[in-house]
């Protein structure tokens, strides 16, 4: 019996104790109990044990709770309890049903720990991790929705870049356009030059057809006529913007060219000289004739817009095409005075130039650039003697 009391105050002491009647009506509490839930220990003896029954605890859970205790088990769960001041506890608790001597239930024992803190903390961890599933979720759509812009941007980029590459096309052929223009020009001039000469003869050849020896001067009459047409084809085959690429021999590309200039550079008494491989006259390169002409008519109108600003009377434009390697190298070279080193990485640039508003526009080097890129060709410009030196490589096949 001793050892009875010891356990019983034992377990009084550090859990929170209650009994009822078989009815649930309180027989006894503990200090503890009524420390936790605010009520003396007069205020709850005879009453019924549903006086800390939280409104939160489901009917359900009693029911379970009384079916197990009444059929004699131990009854074991964590419940909300209702404190006097409206607050509320969790406990642990664990329900013992008492029986008597003939095996009939006559109280319950109810031993308690309070659990609140832990359930709180329960709690919050759930919330907190509800919040990181929410948050989660947002972030998700976050992402979602900018990797959405981002991709509309990119859209939005690519339309750009495709319609700027076409602005700069169309640019690039306005570009091209105006240095033809430019030469077309100068064509023209040359025609009226070139004319002169055979008109005059020809209106003399006409008359004399008239008084002496008709056949020498019909066939004189002929070839004056042959000549000039010959001179308007090859000034159509210039102008026509066919951009088919064929084998060209350059020797014959060269010729192209200086028959465009070649006013211009009799006017400016400018000679010139050719060092030409053997191999030139055999082995063609792809390019087209009109274009890769006019890359020689722009570097020939350099020259000699650069000599008519010396002094120099010994005006030599060489061209010297060499073949080394299954590459055809062409060196078109003056003594003019040379480029100066301030503006030498400068001149390929698009509308860089040095001349009066007239005299150019800064295209003509820009365009070589483009066309001999095209062909896989490349040029670069030295200064070498008392000249400027332009080099350009032609790749082959
Ligand atoms: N043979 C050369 N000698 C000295 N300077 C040159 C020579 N060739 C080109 N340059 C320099 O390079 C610049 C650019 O030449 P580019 O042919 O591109 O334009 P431009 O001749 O000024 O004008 P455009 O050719 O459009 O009529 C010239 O203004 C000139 O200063
Ligand atoms: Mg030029």
């Known amino acids: 019996m001793y050892k009875l009391n010891e356990y019983k105050n034992a377990i009084e002491n550090t859990n929170i104790v209650s ?54 088990r131990v009854h074991k769960g964590i419940v909300k309890n ?7 506890f969790y406990a642990q608790t664990t329900i013992i049903p008492i029986f008597d001597e003939n095996n009939q239930i006559f109280e319950f024992i109810a031993i308690r720990h309070d659990v609140t803190q832990m359930f ?50 169309e640019q690039q052929k306005i570009i091209f356009q105006q240095n033809r223009q430019v030469i077309l020009g100068q064509m023209l001039e040359n025609i ?4 002169r000469q055979p008109l005059n003869e020809l209106s003399l050849a ?14 004189l009459c002929q070839k004056l006529i042959q000549n000039m047409s010959q001179t308007i084809n090859d000034f159509r085959n210039f102008i026509n913007p066919n951009h088919i690429t064929q084998y060209n021999l350059l020797p014959k590309v060269i010729k192209s060219s ?38 020689f008519v722009n570097i020939i109108n350099n020259a000699k817009d650069a000599f008519n600003n010396t002094n120099n009377f010994n005006k030599i434009l060489t061209f010297n095409l060499s073949y080394n390697k299954d590459k055809f190298i062409l060196k078109i070279y003056d ?14 640039d698009p509308y860089f130039t040095t001349k009066h508003k007239k005299q150019g526009v800064g295209l003509g080097l820009y ?19 008392n000249g400027a030196c332009f080099e350009i490589i032609f790749k082959g096949d």
């Open 19 to 72: 009994k009822t009647d078989i009815n649930g009506i309180i027989t006894f509490v503990n200090d503890e109990f009524c420390t936790l839930c605010g009520y003396s220990k007069d205020e709850l003896i005879g009453k019924n044990h549903n006086i800390i029954r939280h409104p939160d605890t489901p009917q359900s859970a009693f029911k379970i709770l009384w079916d197990t205790i009444l059929a004699g």
């Open 335 to 348: 003594n003019a005075g040379g480029v100066h080193n301030d503006i030498i990485e400068h001149i390929f």
């Open 192 to 195: 009226a030059h070139q004319w």
């Open 82 to 88: 209702l404190k006097k001041n409206g607050d509320f």
């Open 120 to 169: 709180l903390l329960n709690e919050e961890l759930a919330n907190t991790k509800q919040k990181l599933l929410n948050l989660n979720e947002n972030l998700e759509l976050q992402i979602a929705e900018k990797t959405k812009n981002l991709q509309e941007l990119n859209q939005n980029l690519e339309k750009k870049i495709q319609e700027a590459i076409k602005i700069n096309n």
């Open 258 to 295: 200086l028959f465009i200039t070649y006013q211009s550079i009799k006017k400016s008494n400018i000679k010139l000289k050719f060092i030409i491989d053997k191999n030139a006259y055999k082995i063609p390169i792809k390019c087209n004739l009109n274009e890769l002409s006019q890359v």
């Open 367 to 385: 365009i070589c650039k483009q066309i001999l890129n095209n062909i896989d060709a490349t040029i670069t410009c030295s200064n070498y003697k």
């Open 206 to 219: 006409i008359y004399l057809l008239h008084n002496e020896n008709k056949k020498k001067h019909y066939k």
